[in-house]
T-cell receptor, first 113, second 111 residues
């Protein structure tokens, strides 16, 4: 049981490039979400999904797209990277919306030059 | 919507002393309140949680108390140790079943 996994661990992008951050969980959790955490700051919700085929926007969705074609996977796409998107990105999952027992992935550190 | 405020932003205590971190919430319908610990460079991890039908929950050196009337909940860490140094986040689950997060408290344990 791997829990929540994320790839890559670290990525450097140039402004305007696009990329996909991968997230997968093997706990059969319905609820998955993406957060960003800026240095010394808290967690801000980007997008979330309450089940396969269903996604919704969080607090800071602009510049990001998501899809949920399977229960296991919830990729986050950066359409045209900007320096303001430099952050650590955490994927999280829980059995139901909002927890209890929300598990976080190890994070992806993204640097946009 | 729900709003969660967390205080203090930084807390420095002597090793062996107690630490208390407080959070307030605005949505009286919120009924689930977890606390997460995030060590430097690591992911947030759940350390304790409480539901609105109880007032206090303990797990060894950590405890959480909830005052529904005042809409605040607190994390208590007794006999602090160096490994307690981390950033602690509180959260509240709102009426849409979303976790609303506090801004975090950096806990520093002085030797």
């Amino acid at each position: 049981n791997a829990g929540v996994t994320q790839t890559p661990k670290f990525q450097v992008l140039k402004t305007g490039q696009s990329m996909t951050l991968q997230c997968a969980q093997d706990m059969n959790h319905e609820y998955m979400s993406w957060y960003r955490q800026d240095p010394g700051m808290g967690l801000r919700l980007i997008h979330y999904s309450v089940g396969a085929g269903i996604t919704d926007q969080g607090e800071v969705p602009n510049g990001y797209n998501v899809s949920r074609s399977t229960t296991e996977d919830f990729p986050l796409r950066l359409l045209s990277a900007a320096p303001s998107q430099t952050s650590v990105y955490f994927c999280a999952s829980s059995l139901t919306s909002g927890g209890p027992l929300t598990y976080f992935g190890p994070g992806t550190r993204l640097l946009v030059l | 919507g729900e709003n969660v405020e967390q205080h203090p932003s930084t807390l420095s205590v002597q090793e062996g002393d107690s630490a208390v971190i407080k959070c307030t919430y605005s949505d009286s319908a919120s009924n689930y309140f977890p606390w997460y610990k995030q060590e430097l460079g690591k992911r947030p991890q759940l350390i304790i949680d409480i539901r609105s039908n109880v007032g206090e929950k303990k797990d060894q050196r950590i405890a959480v108390t909830l005052n529904k009337t005042a809409k605040h909940f607190s994390l208590h860490i007794t006999e602090t140790q160096p490994e307690d140094s981390a950033v602690y986040f509180c959260a509240a689950m709102d009426s849409n079943y979303q976790l609303i997060w506090g801004a975090g408290t950096k806990l520093i344990i002085k030797p």
